[in-house]
């Protein structure tokens, strides 16, 4: 198993800032994943965090407004760019530990963005 | 493209009651199905789930059913407890990729 620890927990941002969210592993895993969840909403894959190199972004996510680390095998971060309150929501750092997409997915507790 | 399909979209029942959730995928490659339950302000955690060489799964009060050929699978809770009351999410890999397409939530309500 894996637990995951997010931070921070929540925020209150202003418009045109940017935030960096961190994700931080206990144990070695295989993949990251960031996913974006509205209020009362399914959860919406944002990218794949690639050790090393550069995340692998979904169709509507772009780089310059969501750039994504992954240094190591166990932490990540997720920045969100030039806030507007459309970015309000929550965002959730998410890990396998298997290779592909047929094992367990580990959340963290999510990070709940409101931008005013 | 792919897609999970999930109903109802709320449930609500009565303690000891059952519950079941329905799911459809249209991916006929898929062959891992998981169920998620989310608790307020927490994030999803796996509770069950089902490789496509078995029918059904049991773990206590809570199974999982899938039919195949129908594309079809099922999240079944006997006798519910209020602390079931959570968010459930059926999902369902992507192919081609190490994406999970999740269904779009069932918000279950256990009256005591």
């Known amino acids: 198993s894996a637990v995951i620890s997010q931070k921070p927990s929540r925020d209150i941002c202003q418009r045109g800032t940017s935030l960096t969210i961190q994700c931080q592993v206990d144990?070695?895993?295989?993949?990251m994943f960031w996913y974006r969840q509205q209020p009362g909403q399914s959860l919406t894959l944002i990218a794949t965090a690639n050790q090393g190199s550069e995340a692998t972004y979904e169709s509507g996510f772009v780089i310059d407004k969501f750039p994504i680390s992954r240094p190591n095998l166990t932490f990540s971060t997720l920045t969100v760019s030039n806030m507007s309150p459309e970015d309000s929501s929550i965002y959730l750092c998410?890990?396998?530990?298997?290779?592909?997409?047929?094992?367990?997915?580990?959340f963290g507790e999510g990070s709940r963005l409101t931008v005013l | 493209g792919e897609n999970v399909e999930q109903h109802p979209s709320t449930l609500s029942v009565q303690e000891g009651d059952s519950a079941v959730i329905k799911c459809t995928y249209s991916?006929?490659?898929?062959?891992?199905f998981p169920w998620y339950k989310q608790e307020l302000g927490k994030g999803p955690q796996l509770i069950i789930d089902i490789r496509s060489n078995v029918g059904e799964k049991k773990d206590q009060r809570i199974a999982v059913t899938l039919n195949k050929t129908a594309k079809h699978f099922s999240l079944h809770i006997t006798e519910t407890q209020p602390e079931d009351s959570a968010v459930y999410f059926c999902?369902?890999?992507?192919?081609?990729?190490?994406?999970?397409?999740f269904g779009a939530g069932t918000r279950l309500f256990v009256k005591a």
């Open positions: 991916d006929s490659a898929s062959n891992y």
């Open positions: 998410s890990a396998s530990q298997g290779q592909g997409n047929t094992g367990e997915l580990f």
């Open positions: 999902a369902a890999p992507s192919s081609g990729g190490f994406k999970t397409i």
């Open positions: 144990s070695q895993v295989t993949m």
